[in-house]
Every structure is written in C-alpha cells, then in structure tokens.
C-alpha cells in the first residue's frame, strides 16, 4: 500500500516538472513574438518612409519615359509625312512630263497622288493640310485632263475602218461573195426570188456556220485603254469618257458600213425604186445585217467589255451609244420595206427578212443586253412583228390575186396559161420557205402549229387558181379547146405538186381527185373536138339520112347510095381537114399527155374509118375519081394525127 502511494506521489512531481517547463518555454515564445512584431512593425516604418523617399525620383523617371515615347511617335510620324511630300513630289514631276514618254508611270503617279490626297484628307490637322490638298487636287485635275486627251488620242489611232475584205474573210466559206460584194449574190428575175438568196437561206449548215469577229483594236492597247479609262472613271468624268468614245467609236463604224455598202435610204427613197433594184438592195441587206451583227456589232461588245471592264454599266451604255446610228440605218431599211405597197412578187424577201431577224434574235439579245441597249432590242423585235405581219397580209394578198385576176390574154393554142405557171411556181418556192411559214403561221394562230395553216391557205390559192382557170376557159369559142385548155393546165398543177414537196402538204387525196378532173377534161374535149366528126362514120347516120336499110351483114352495102356515101367521104375529109389544120396549132406541152390523147383519138378515129371504108369503100371505088372521095388511108389519119397539139403556128389570130 505504501509503495503504490509512494509511486503515485513520483508521478505526480514528474508531470509537475514538465508542466512548469512548458509554462517557461510558452514565456520565451512569447517574448520572442513580441521581439519579431516589434521589429517588423520597425521595418515597416522603415519601407514607408523609404518609399515616400523614392516618390519624385519615380515620378521623374515615368516622365521620361513617356517624353521618350511621345518623341519616337512623333519622329515616325514625321518619317511618314515625309514620306507623303517626297511621294508626292515624285508623282508631281512625272505628272507634269505628261503621258507621252512612260503613260504606265503616268498612271502609277496618278494612283500615288490619290492616295496623297486620301492620306491628308486623313490627317486634316496638319498644319498644312490645307494647301498640300489644295495643290494635289489641282494637279489631278490637270493630270487627269492630260489622261483625257491621252486616251482620245490613243483610241482615235487604234480605231480604224473594217475594210469589206477583212469582214468576208470573217463569214463561212458559204458565205464569201465570189467577186468582192455580198451584192453579187445571183441574178434575181422578175416575180420570182433570187435563186441564190433562195438557197442560201435554206443551207442547213448555216446553222452550225462559225463566225469569228474581227479585231478592232489591237489586244496589246486594251490594257491600256482600260487604265485610262478607269482613271478617268475613278475622277468622276464617266460623261467626258463617254462622249470621246462614242463620237469616236461610232464614226468608224459607221465608216465600216459605208464601205460594205450600207445605204441610208428613206422611206420615199424605197417607195420610189424599181422594183429590180429594190429586190437586189434587199438582198444585200439580209448580208449586211448578218455581218453587222455577228461580226462588226459582236467585235464592238467584246471591245466595250474589255475596254470597260469593272464599270459594265458605263460599258453597256458606251457600247448603245456607239451603235444606236448604225443600228437605226440597217433597222430603218427594213421597216420601209414592212412598210412598203404589197406586192406578190415581195413575199419571198419578206419571209427572207423575216428569216434573218429571227436567225440573229438570240445573239441581239446576248449583244444588246442590259438597259442602256433595251431600246436597240425592242427596235429589233418589233421589225421582226413588222415583217411577219407584212408577209402573212401578202399571202393572204397573193390568195385574192389569183381569183381575181382578171387578164384577157387567152392563150390561144389552149396551152398551160402564164397565169397556173406562176402560181405554181410561186407555191413550189413557198414549199422551200416551208419551216419560215409554219413559224410565221403559228406566232398568229393560236394554239396551232402552223403546217395545218400553211395547208389550208395552200389548198385556197390552188382552188383560187382553179377557179380563175374556169372562167379564163370560157374565152374560148369552142368547147374542145376549153376543155384542152383546162386539162393542161390542171395537169399541170398536177404534175408539179407531185413533183414537189407541196405533195406531203395537199395529200395524195388531192393529186388523184385532179387527176380525176384531168381525165374528165380530157374526155370532155374528145367528145365535143371529135363527136361530129365520128358521127360521119357511123353505120345508123348514113342509114338515116339514105332513108333506107342497110343489109346486116358486115360487108354488104346494099340499101345505100353511092351520092350519100361519097357526101360522106367529103364531109369526113373536109371536118378531118379542117380538124387538122386547127388542132395541129393547139399544144399539149407535156410530152406524155400529148401522145395519150393522141392515142385515145386514135384509139375511137381509125376503128370507125376503117370500118366505114370497108362497108361503103367498094361504091365509091368501082365509081368515077375515088381519090377524090376517099383521100386517105388508115395509116394517113394516124400520121396526120400525130401532127396534133404541136402548135405549129402560134400566131394565129384569137378565136
């Protein structure tokens, strides 16, 4: 028991021991705390009062170094307009040598003073902004005066008349006048078209034909042109560039024109020409409008822009006023002639107008495009209506022409009348113009695509034709020539359509209703040309007109005097004779119609003679002077036959 209370009373003063040295080390910690706060609130004091010390010097110090920066700004400041003034008297003194020795530097100086301008315009608080603006604007304007004259110049040097050659050279090998002028392009001959404008128009490879443009200024002073241009765009003078290029540009093609033959005629001038000279200017015209068109108008667009590139607007409105003149002379031409007195004879330089104006509609409207040029497009246009317009009215002319022509002269021998001639031929030429008239046909019928149309009017003039025919044929005194003249001639619209592509439009009803009516004709002209004359030979008028019988069997010829058959074998020779001598003047122009009807004459004439002659010949061949009574053979009629429908003598007087 006493040791444990001595144990406890040990620990008990160890823990005492350790408590008191940790009270005595928290004493030195502390104490050496308050030595650290207090030595530290010592330099605090110290670094304050060192930095209030320090104040002014950094002050004066950040003064510096802003005086410093302050003085590099404004040192490079002074450098760039320096700078400005040496840039500026450089260009002031290759603008004042002018454009002529090195127009490339002129224009590069002329850059460089705009951009002196921009950069004072800029920095207007410069003390001598004013008058350094003042003097560069001056010298612009001179310089830019200067850049006018130098671009007029150099354009009216570069600018020169296309001569015709260079332009045929430009045309597709089909296309290239033989002898130097597109005015010797055929003879053209009356009523019917010129053969050779005829078949050109139809060429199919027109269609694929390359035009190439001629170089109108040359490509190596484009570039140039441009710049001049551009500068004078830049200052503001668009109204001065304009009018130097259009009193320029406009001039030398004009020029061109000229040269190739273009003519500026009036309206009165048109009206007054003859109709011969009238066709072939026409003619000429369809070349020249093809050659203004894709070659001299084309080259000019691709000229305005080049030239004008960047400010297209200015480009489309040079380019309208360059070739508004010419444009109006070609277009002008044209409208007098839709204008004009219709006549048959000019539907087919109508429709080769018209074939023109709708050939170069798509490349008028890609060359004229934009606004400046709309009333140049609408001119074109509206020629184009003109001329479909002026050629339907003209068929539709050409239809009541041919019904009421009212000629007199009647051809005498009963041949095909001048008239059917004509007309024929007037509608195997329409047939060439085939697609034209369908297209021309469908822009007024609705809906319609224009081959039932053409049809229609075609079927009209041959029923217009045929109808005039009838009442030419009543001219006619007797009834065998009327008909002879009617089968010729309807045999002649016959044959000729068939031959013709009028065929596929009239339709092979048509043909073999005609040739019906041919056939009537012809049947027509035996009965009444040889009626009479068969009548002679027939076995029941000699009966008749002997009053008595005669024996049934073929060979007698009992029951008939030898006075009535010798009145007969005169009777026959005189109408024979008579026959001959009036029928050999009449024709039958088509070869294989004459010997047909030749041959159905014949084919009724020689089996009734020789009949009769075998019947009746022995009374008068066992009488006095048969020769007198019976004058030919058989093989005579058929002889003298073939002498018919020759028109051996076409200067007989009208019957």
């Known amino acids: 028991m006493g040791v444990v209370a001595a144990a406890a009373a040990m620990a008990g003063d160890s823990l005492s021991v350790r408590a008191a040295m940790m009270r005595e080390s928290l004493q030195k910690s502390q104490t050496i705390t308050d030595d650290v706060v207090s030595i530290l609130g010592s330099f605090d004091h110290r670094l304050s009062a060192l930095e209030t010390a320090m104040r002014p010097t950094q002050i004066r110090t950040h003064s510096i170094r802003k005086a410093h920066e302050n003085i590099d700004r404004t040192l490079k400041a002074a450098e760039v307009i320096l700078a400005q003034f040496d840039l500026s008297r450089q260009a002031e003194a290759k603008i004042l040598r002018g454009p002529h020795e090195d127009l490339e530097s002129y224009l590069e100086a002329i850059d460089q003073l705009r951009r002196n301008i921009r950069f004072f315009s800029s920095n207007k608080g410069l003390k001598s902004s004013d008058g350094v603006l003042s003097h560069a604007n001056s010298l612009l304007s001179k310089a830019i005066s200067k850049l006018e004259d130098e671009f007029k110049q150099l354009l009216k040097s570069y600018s020169k008349p296309v001569e015709p050659e260079r332009l045929f050279d430009c045309l597709p090998n089909s296309l290239r006048p033989s002898s130097g002028s597109p005015g010797n392009q055929g003879d053209l001959n009356g009523k019917n078209p010129s053969s050779n404008n005829h078949h050109e128009h139809h060429n199919s490879n027109l269609e694929n034909a390359v035009y190439t443009p001629p170089t109108l200024i040359p490509p190596r002073v484009l570039p140039l042109l441009h710049d001049l241009a551009q500068q004078m765009f830049q200052a503001g003078h668009q109204q001065q560039l304009l009018l130097i290029y259009r009193d320029t540009r406009s001039s030398v093609l004009e020029e061109s024109l000229h040269k190739l033959g273009v003519e500026k005629l009036s309206k009165d001038d048109v009206q007054k020409m003859q109709w011969e000279i009238l066709e072939a200017k026409i003619g000429n015209w369809i070349h020249y409008m093809r050659i203004a068109v894709k070659l001299l108008f084309a080259g000019e667009r691709k000229v305005c822009d080049q030239m004008f590139e960047g400010f297209d607007s200015l480009g489309d409105q040079c380019f309208a006023e360059v070739t508004r003149s010419s444009v109006l002379v070609l277009l002008s031409f044209g409208e007098a002639i839709a204008n004009s007195k219709r006549s048959p004879e000019k539907l087919f330089v109508l429709l080769d107008m018209y074939e023109i104006m709708r050939e170069l509609h798509s490349e008028i409207e890609t060359i004229f495009v934009g606004k400046a040029c709309a009333e140049i497009r609408e001119s074109a246009s509206s020629l184009t209506k003109r001329l479909a317009q002026t050629a339907k009215k003209t068929f539709g002319d050409f239809e009541e022409a041919v019904e009421r022509d ?220 048969p020769q007198k009574y019976i004058r030919y053979t058989a093989e005579d009629l058929e002889r003298m036959l073939g002498e018919f429908f020759e028109g051996k003598n076409v200067n007989e007087p009208k019957r």
């Open 406 to 625: 009212a000629t007199k002269t009647a051809v005498s021998d009963g041949t095909v009348h001048p008239l059917t001639s004509y007309v024929i031929n007037y509608v195997k030429f329409l047939f060439d113009y085939q697609s034209t008239l369908k297209q021309l046909f469908k822009e007024f019928e609705n809906g319609d695509e224009g081959g039932s149309q053409l049809a229609s009017v075609t079927m009209q003039i041959m029923q217009a034709l045929q109808t005039n025919l009838d009442g030419k044929s009543k001219q006619y005194r007797d009834l065998a020539l009327t008909h002879l003249f009617l089968m010729n001639n309807i045999h002649y619209m016959v044959r000729s359509v068939r031959r013709s592509e009028a065929k596929d439009l009239l339709g092979d009803d048509w043909v073999q209703r005609h040739r019906r009516i041919v056939q009537q004709h012809a049947n027509q002209y035996k009965r009444n040309g040889w009626g009479k004359i068969l009548q002679c030979l027939t076995i029941q008028a000699l009966s008749s007109s002997g009053g008595s019988s005669v024996a049934g069997d073929g060979g007698n010829s009992s029951g008939v005097s030898r006075a009535i058959v010798k009145d007969r074998f005169k009777t026959f020779n005189m109408q024979f004779e008579e026959l001959h001598q009036k029928q050999s003047q009449w024709t039958v122009p088509d070869t294989e119609l004459r010997e047909s009807l030749r041959l159905a004459v014949a084919e009724v004439l020689l089996p009734a003679y020789r009949s009769f002659i075998k019947r009746y010949g022995p009374l008068v061949e066992n009488g006095k002077n």
